[in-house]
Nanobody
């Protein structure tokens, strides 16, 4: 059974940084595309970033380009999201997701999801 566990969320002031981690188990991590999504109160879940199994391809939503960086360590079965220059509008629950054969922006091919970690950015 695939398990994804996010960590690293918290409260930070605008302009600050956080690094999210997602530890995966129950899958051959090095063959999965991984993604980060977020959901703010009253809004739909949205794509944030994704990375291919070999880190060759990364994708970002426009609002985080230049501020967020997705990376992975296949030896540690972990994917990361480094978030810099955080803004109040980045406040959301952040979810890690895994896909056997996909690493793009569409959430539908991601079949496994974590429970989320809360990120709150104060102004």
């Amino acid at each position: 059974q695939v398990q994804l566990v996010e960590s690293g969320g918290g409260l930070v002031q605008a302009g600050g940084s956080l690094k999210l981690s997602c530890s995966a188990s129950g899958l051959t991590f090095s063959t999965y595309g991984m993604g980060w999504f977020r959901q703010a109160p009253g809004k739909e879940r949205e794509f944030v970033a994704s990375i291919s199994w070999n880190s060759r391809y990364t994708y970002y939503t426009d609002s985080v380009k230049g501020r967020f960086t997705i990376s992975r360590d296949n030896a540690k079965n972990t994917v990361y999201l480094q978030m810099n220059s955080l803004k109040p509008e980045d406040t959301a629950e952040y979810y890690c997701a895994a896909s056997k054969a996909y690493s793009g922006t569409d959430p539908r091919p991601f079949g496994s999801w974590g429970q989320g970690t809360q990120v709150t950015v104060s102004s």
